[in-house]
């Protein structure tokens, strides 16, 4: 059973900067699609951005793109999410997820490939 810890969440004015980690707990991490997804209010679950076992491979959403850097640490079992100038909209609670091997077929932006999920971290974007 894989546990995934968030942290890094917290309040910040719009236009700042914030890192989330996720902590994994096995050490089989460095096999692991990593991914972060983020849910606001009366919202569903959305992609924000994956990173290959390696790290050779990225992808992010567009509403991130280009504010955002996902990398991943592998001897640390850690994933971080690297925001930069967030926007309000961006407030939500923020999720890390794992795919394990056997890697599913689903694309890096369906949740239904992940099969395992941290309990979130909240970031808060105040205006």
């Known amino acids: 059973q894989v546990q995934l810890v968030e942290s890094g969440g917290g309040l910040v004015q719009a236009g700042g900067s914030l890192r989330l980690s996720c902590a994994a707990s096995?050490?089989?991490?460095?096999?692991?699609?990593m991914a972060w997804f983020r849910q606001a209010p009366g919202k569903d679950r959305e992609f924000v951005a994956a990173i290959s076992w390696r790290g050779g491979s990225t992808s992010y959403a567009d509403s991130v793109k280009g504010r955002s850097t996902i990398s991943r640490d592998n001897a640390k079992n850690t994933v971080y999410l690297q925001m930069n100038t967030l926007k309000p909209e961006d407030t939500a609670v923020y999720y890390c997820?794992?795919?394990?091997?056997?890697?599913?077929?689903?694309?890096?932006?369906?949740?239904?490939?992940?099969?395992?999920w941290g309990q979130g971290t909240q970031v808060t974007v105040s205006s």
């Open positions: 997820a794992a795919d394990t091997p056997p890697h599913s077929g689903y694309n890096s932006w369906s949740p239904q490939k992940y099969d395992y």
């Open positions: 096995e050490r089989t991490f460095s096999t692991y699609t």
